[in-house]
């Protein structure tokens, strides 16, 4: 796989906006990791396969309304639900999955199934963007302020937020970027 490094300045979707107004419609996503979501790593529980249908029917609205990009920030859970979606409606929409990997080593510590699927998405997205070589303290928060700042809808799956998708959320409304609530419980 090849990751490109680009330095904050360098953030692709600013530097064509600053040329241009930008007229390209992008969305992003912010979501739970497993361990706060009530099914965890069971994938074939029912609320989980809910949650994947509901995340995909709002990709597929969005791509009808016109937004092209869809950012993913690649973390386990309502990220990789999100990415894999994006994937499957690429088949039927002009669309691009980026995926705004928070530092290179990401996967490192994932279990070996969990890294193969990674490596999947990233070997199918349009665009990889890579936000710091190694891991600091702050590299998730890099990540989650790159893809707001780049996007004007921001998908959320969300139930009782916390850590950095409430900031996430947070950060989104005081920009004033359409946020759009998918709740694990009502799916």
Same mark, same amino acid.
């Given at each position: ?48 396969? &809910? ?11 969005? &791509? ?49 199934? &969990? ?47 916390? %850590? %950095? ?23």
């Amino acid at each position: 796989l090849k990751f490109k490094k680009i330095s904050k300045k360098q953030l692709p979707w600013r530097q064509v906006c600053a040329i241009m107004p930008c007229v390209m419609k992008i969305c992003a996503f912010t979501g739970n990791r497993p361990d706060k979501l009530p099914w965890g790593y069971d994938e074939n529980d029912s609320r989980c396969r &809910a949650v994947k249908q509901s995340i995909y029917d709002e990709v597929v609205r969005s &791509a009808k309304e016109g937004f092209t990009r869809f950012i993913s920030g690649m973390a386990q859970g309502g990220d990789t639900y999100f990415a894999e979606a994006v994937l499957i409606a690429k088949k039927a929409y002009d669309i691009t999955l980026e995926c705004a990997v928070p530092y290179r080593a990401q996967s490192l510590r994932w279990s070996h199934n &969990a890294r193969l699927r990674y490596d999947e998405i990233l070997s199918q997205a349009d665009a990889v963007t890579v936000l710091s070589e190694s891991y600091t303290p702050w590299c998730n928060h890099v990540r989650n302020r790159y893809m707001v700042d780049n996007c004007s809808r921001l998908i959320a799956l969300s139930s009782n937020v916390s %850590g %950095g998708t409430k900031y996430t959320l947070e950060y989104a409304a005081a920009k004033k970027i359409e946020i759009i609530y998918i709740d694990w419980k009502k799916s």
